[in-house]
């Protein structure tokens, strides 16, 4: 350590330091008033402060907030996500997590047992879901390992945490799996009394095409004439219009990296495309930009005017079940499971990779239908 004049009267205490991120060597500098002993000693303790906290840098990774680290992984994870995923997240945030895990906890403070009360607080003592509830776990994990991966921190708290299914409940939720899906019985009804009304011709022609192909909704929205073959469509984007207007939708990517696919259609799943394609042209320009499943306002049907039809006369003909979109896409699967398709060529077609409740809905079907064989066997005799 050494002092130096400055021009104006005063002096530079100066002291070597290696630079943590560079391995170099550099200088650090402290003005003081005077060169006397004093002076000096006391800018010493100073200097040194000054030195310890450029190399230090656990303690200054240790001071950034879980506010600042969140932050700065949401710009990550808008640029890396579907809009549609990405935007739910704050939500999540400000609702679930931010209550317990406070914006000025510093990371290094953020605990297992701190996760632990969002946990508990969702789904052990509270009245969420176990999927949601894991779903915000998730989202915990990928903050705190995005800190990990920054080294602001040495390991992820959330590894240490588990949401553990309260048995009783996932019981009972398990035994409705029956409402997941529906019969062939009670989907024949429900589609002949849709083409029975003449205003709900788009709404039957678009729910046996869903239940035909296991699309989801935003897939089949997203379907334009340029992705019909004559005798497949090609699966390559959904309709994304979250907190906007129908006619603001953009055509984004697929939920995930599996759900782009090729699915072959039935028959009658071909004659409902080109019955769509007759009554588009008589009313609209048919090009192969356009999309295929058009309302009256030229824009394609959103899920909220579908859904809100469906309920209605699904439950008018007493269907009792929740009737949304959705179902269909469970529906094919059943049919299929049903038939003894194999499971992984199911999931290939609906474009899931990973699917809870396929499997479910698969291992439920199949069972019935042995439940069917060995009845039928003990009626023998």
Same mark, same amino acid.
């Given at each position: 350590?050494?002092?130096?004049?400055?021009?104006?009267?005063?002096?530079?205490?100066?002291?070597?330091?290696?630079?943590?991120?560079?391995?170099?060597?550099?200088?650090?500098?402290?003005?003081? *008033?005077? /060169?006397?002993?004093?002076?000096?000693?006391?800018?010493?303790?100073?200097?040194?402060?000054?030195?310890?906290?450029?190399?230090?840098?656990?303690?200054? @990774?240790?001071?950034?907030? +879980?506010?600042?680290?969140?932050?700065?992984?949401?710009?990550?994870?808008?640029?890396?996500?579907?809009?549609?995923?990405?935007?739910?997240?704050?939500?999540?945030?400000?609702?679930?997590?931010?209550?317990?895990?406070?914006?000025?906890?510093?990371?290094?403070?953020?605990?297992?047992?701190?996760?632990?009360?969002?946990?508990?607080?969702?789904?052990?003592?509270? @009245?969420?879901?176990?999927?949601?509830?894991?779903?915000?776990?998730?989202?915990?994990?990928?903050?705190?390992?995005?800190?990990?991966?920054?080294?602001?921190?040495?390991?992820?708290?959330?590894?240490?945490?588990?949401?553990?299914?309260?048995?009783?409940? *996932?019981?009972?939720?398990?035994?409705?799996?029956?409402?997941?899906?529906?019969?062939?019985?009670?989907?024949?009804?429900?589609?002949?009394?849709?083409?029975?009304?003449?205003?709900?011709?788009?709404?039957?022609?678009?729910?046996?095409?869903?239940?035909?192909? %296991?699309?989801?909704?935003?897939?089949?929205?997203?379907?334009?004439?340029?992705? +019909?073959? %004559?005798?497949?469509?090609?699966?390559?984007?959904?309709?994304?219009?979250?907190?906007?207007?129908?006619?603001?939708?953009?055509?984004?990517?697929?939920?995930?990296?599996?759900?782009?696919?090729?699915?072959?259609?039935?028959?009658?799943?071909? *004659?409902?495309?080109?019955?769509?394609?007759? #009554?588009?042209?008589?009313?609209?320009?048919?090009?192969?930009?356009?999309?295929?499943?058009?309302?009256?306002?030229?824009?394609?049907?959103? #899920?909220?005017? +579908?859904?809100?039809?469906?309920?209605?006369?699904?439950? @008018?003909?007493?269907?009792?079940?929740?009737?949304?979109?959705?179902?269909?896409?469970?529906?094919?699967?059943?049919?299929?499971?049903?038939?003894?398709?194999?499971?992984?060529?199911?999931?290939?077609?609906?474009?899931?990779?990973?699917?809870?409740?396929?499997?479910?809905?698969?291992?439920?079907?199949?069972?019935?239908?042995?439940?069917?064989?060995?009845?039928?066997? /003990?009626?023998? +005799?």
């Amino acid at each position: 350590m050494w002092v130096e004049p400055k021009i104006n009267g005063k002096f530079s205490l100066k002291e070597r330091y290696i630079d943590p991120n560079t391995g170099k060597t550099r200088k650090a500098t402290l003005t003081i *008033e005077k /060169d006397t002993p004093q002076a000096i000693n006391k800018g010493r303790v100073a200097l040194l402060e000054k030195i310890n906290s450029l190399t230090n840098t656990e303690s200054r @990774n240790n001071s950034k907030t +879980f506010g600042e680290v969140y932050d700065e992984w949401f710009k990550y994870y808008k640029i890396q996500k579907k809009r549609t995923s990405w935007i739910k997240v704050p939500f999540m945030m400000d609702k679930h997590i931010l209550p317990y895990v406070r914006r000025e906890i510093l990371i290094d403070k953020v605990s297992s047992a701190l996760i632990m009360q969002v946990i508990d607080n969702m789904y052990t003592f509270g @009245n969420y879901s176990l999927n949601y509830t894991k779903q915000t776990r998730t989202t915990l994990s990928a903050i705190l390992s995005f800190a990990v991966d920054k080294e602001y921190i040495k390991t992820n708290p959330v590894t240490k945490t588990k949401v553990m299914p309260k048995r009783e409940i *996932e019981r009972q939720q398990r035994k409705k799996l029956n409402d997941k899906y529906l019969e062939k019985e009670e989907l024949h009804v429900l589609l002949d009394a849709l083409y029975a009304n003449p205003r709900h011709q788009l709404h039957a022609m678009i729910s046996e095409f869903l239940s035909l192909t %296991g699309l989801r909704y935003g897939e089949l929205q997203a379907l334009q004439w340029k992705n +019909f073959t %004559g005798t497949s469509v090609n699966v390559e984007g959904t309709l994304d219009y979250t907190l906007s207007k129908i006619s603001d939708a953009v055509k984004t990517s697929t939920k995930n990296q599996s759900s782009e696919r090729v699915v072959d259609l039935p028959q009658k799943a071909i *004659e409902i495309l080109y019955d769509i394609k007759v #009554i588009n042209t008589m009313k609209y320009n048919v090009d192969s930009e356009n999309y295929i499943f058009l309302s009256t306002s030229k824009y394609p049907l959103t #899920i909220h005017a +579908f859904n809100s039809i469906i309920k209605q006369v699904a439950k @008018n003909v007493g269907i009792t079940k929740t009737v949304t979109s959705h179902i269909f896409r469970h529906t094919h699967v059943s049919i299929l499971s049903e038939s003894n398709i194999p499971l992984k060529a199911i999931m290939e077609r609906v474009g899931h990779s990973d699917a809870n409740t396929t499997l479910q809905i698969y291992n439920h079907v199949t069972k019935k239908s042995r439940e069917i064989i060995t009845n039928a066997l /003990d009626n023998i +005799f």
